[in-house]
């Protein structure tokens, strides 16, 4: 089956710093990887998604992410963090099932 | 694009009641839908899935159970809830591997 993990249940960052979420998947198939954000009790709404395209994926509010095969990771970055970007981050892996699997979720802190 | 409609938003229900949570969803035919449960600090937990009219797939043995009668309609149920069934209940639609999933605003469910 395929899975992801993130790495980090809590990240803390500055105003204006980088801002780096990890997330490694496995998969038996080529993967389709996607970051979600969810603010505080809403549903989620997609930031961006690879699917075997560009391995270096935009998406919405800035933030990007890097599908690597060798590291099977699929980072998501943001060079200046905002405050509005407070949130929890998911990530997720669909398989061949059409499950959509996310990972356990990483709440991002931003402190001015 | 698509809109999940999920209801109501939250809900306080004792102990050994029944649930009846609804999901429709708009701007797409035959997607297939999904009920997540998320519970603080454990990410989101796939409950069921359906890829099409009376098919159900359940990935976690438990308390509840699920019914598509319409190809737009998804519902989860319970006849007897337990304190455990308490959480944060997400409906989503997803079409395909390479697309993006939808989802509802959530529900949350308080079982005193």
């Known amino acids: 089956a395929q899975s992801v993990t993130q790495l980090g249940s809590h990240v803390s960052v500055s105003e204006g710093a980088l801002v780096l979420l990890r997330c490694n998947y496995s998969s038996s198939v080529p993967p389709y990887l996607f970051w979600y954000v969810q603010y505080p009790n809403q549903g989620l709404q997609l930031l961006l998604k690879y699917t075997s395209a560009a391995t270096l994926v935009k998406g919405i509010n800035g933030f990007e992410a890097e599908f690597k095969k060798s590291e099977t990771s699929f980072h998501l970055t943001k060079p200046s963090a905002h405050m509005s970007d407070a949130a929890e981050y998911f990530c997720?892996?669909?398989?061949?099932?059409?499950?959509?699997?996310f990972g356990k979720g990483t709440s991002l802190l931003v402190t001015p | 694009s698509q809109t999940i409609h999920q209801w109501p938003a939250t809900l306080v229900q004792p102990v050994g009641s029944p649930l009846s949570l609804e999901c429709t969803v708009e701007?797409?035919?035959?997607?297939?839908l999904y009920w997540y449960r998320q519970a603080a600090g454990r990410g989101l937990q796939l409950l069921f899935y359906s890829v099409g009219i009376g098919q159900i797939s359940s990935e976690v043995p438990q308390n509840l159970s699920a019914s598509r009668p319409q190809d737009r309609q998804f519902i989860l149920s319970s006849k007897k809830l337990l304190l455990s069934d308490s959480g944060f209940y997400l409906c989503?639609?997803?079409?395909?591997?390479?697309?993006?999933?939808?989802f509802g605003q959530g529900t949350r469910l308080t079982v005193v």
């Open positions: 997720a892996v669909s398989d061949p099932g059409y499950a959509l699997n």
């Open positions: 989503a639609a997803f079409s395909g591997r390479n697309t993006e999933a939808f």
């Open positions: 701007g797409t035919s035959n997607p297939n």
